[in-house]
Every structure is written in C-alpha cells, then in structure tokens.
C-alpha cells in the first residue's frame, strides 16, 4: 500500500493543482505549461517556507 510522506502530498498536491490551473487558465500550450510550472514551485515553495517558520515558532 501506498503511504506517502508529508512531502510527497505536498508535491503530488502541487502537481495535479497546478496542471488543472494551467489548464483553466492559460489558452496556449507554451503559456500553460509556464503557468503551470509557476503554480507548481510557488505550491511547493510556500509549503517549504511555512514549515520552516512553524520549526522555528516551536523551537
């Protein structure tokens, strides 16, 4: 059975959200995956950056 990490929700999470808001949003091929890949990092990064921040706060 399958059992990811925190991490690897966060990822898969950024992956299918971001290739839906490319989709959605964008009306060329190029433009939704350059959308998408954007939507991808800033899902991944902010999860990065808010689970340092909690670290720090219960430090």
Do not use: D
């Not at 399958?2 to 299918?16: I, K, M």
């Not at 490319?22 to 433009?31: D, F, H, L, S």
């Not at 995956?33 to 950056?49: D, E, H």
């Amino acid at each position: 059975m399958f059992s990811p990490t925190h991490f690897t929700a966060v990822v898969l999470f950024g992956l299918f959200a971001s290739t839906v808001f490319g989709i959605t949003q964008r009306e060329t091929p190029a433009k939704m995956f350059r959308y998408g890949a954007y939507c991808f990092a800033l899902f991944v990064g902010s999860a990065i950056v808010v689970s340092w921040v909690m670290f720090l706060i219960a430090r």
